[in-house]
């Protein structure tokens, strides 16, 4: 099963926490001092946000998948159909380690495909071409990587 996931960086998390919190009528699951996470069945999304990023708004959404396997059908899927992305094999972001393959849609939104194998007590250490940072990613205007980067 997938779940889909909505990262969005804000300005006061504590304010941003009563919001959702409101909204999904749920606490928190995972809750840190620069990054907060509901995971939910209803709706059925892995909802994170974060403090301490130069830009507010969306950050970028993504599929979050069970396996390993799982994720390798989605590359595989978006490569034969020439949507080429990075491929990230123990990515330590947002508090977890994970094997990522990022994209960018054709309106530049960026979506994190992944499978977390653990949590783990960082918000990252990420270094990947196409970001600029843990869950930062960065495109040019014309769908290539555009920089390298790290938390």
Known sequence: MKRLHVHISVGSLQESRHFYTALFGS????????????????????????SGRAELGLNHLGIQVESDDALEVIEKRLLAANIGGEKQEAAQCCYAQSKKYWIEDPQHVIWENYHT???IEVFGGDHFTGGVGCCQPSFSTNGKWSSKGSC
Do not use: C, H, R, V
Request: hydrophobic share 35%; no cysteine; net charge negative.
């Open 27 to 50: 606490e928190p699951t995972k809750i840190k001092d620069d990054y907060l996470q509901w995971i939910l069945d209803d709706p059925y999304i892995n909802f994170a946000i974060s």
């Open 117 to 119: 194998s653990e949590q």
